[in-house]
C-alpha cells in the first residue's frame, strides 16, 4: 500500500509565502509523476502543479510566475512553493502521486489534503 502525507499548510496574509511538503511512502517499486491540486469551497478540485520524474512541469496559468514545484525523487518527495499569495488561493491542498507499486502496473495516490488560507 501507499501512503501520501502532505504538511505545511496554515494562515498567511496577502503577499506572503507558504512552502508545502508531500512524503509518499510504502511498496513504490517506480514514480511516474507527483503533483499538487486545489479545492476551494464550491469548486471542483483543479490542477495546480505538476512534475514528471524527468523534471518536467506544468502550471495552472493561475499560479504561474508564483508558484514552484519540486521534487526529491529518492526521498519520494514533492514540494509546492508558494510566493505572493492572494486570497483567491484560499483552499484545500492536496498531494497526488502516481506510481507503481510493482513494474508496469500504475495507479493514483491521494493525500488527506492540507489548507492554506490567504487574508486579506
Known amino acids: 500500500q501507499v501512503q501520501v502525507v502532505e504538511s505545511g499548510g496554515g494562515l498567511v496574509q496577502a503577499g506572503g509565502s507558504l512552502r508545502l511538503s508531500c512524503a509518499a511512502s510504502g511498496s513504490i517499486f517506480s514514480i511516474n509523476a507527483m503533483g499538487w491540486y486545489r479545492q476551494a469551497p464550491g469548486k471542483q478540485r483543479e490542477l495546480v502543479a505538476g512534475i514528471t520524474s524527468g523534471g518536467i512541469t506544468n502550471y495552472a496559468d493561475s499560479v504561474k510566475g508564483r508558484f514552484t514545484i519540486f521534487s526529491d525523487n529518492a526521498k519520494k518527495m514533492v514540494y509546492l512553493q508558494m510566493n505572493s499569495l492572494k486570497p483567491e488561493d484560499t483552499a484545500v491542498y492536496f498531494c497526488?502521486?502516481?506510481?507503481?507499486?510493482?513494474?508496469?502496473?500504475?495507479?493514483?495516490?491521494w493525500g488527506q489534503g492540507t489548507q492554506v488560507t490567504v487574508s486579506s
Open positions: 497526488n502521486v502516481h506510481v507503481a507499486v510493482v513494474a508496469n502496473f500504475w495507479n493514483n495516490y
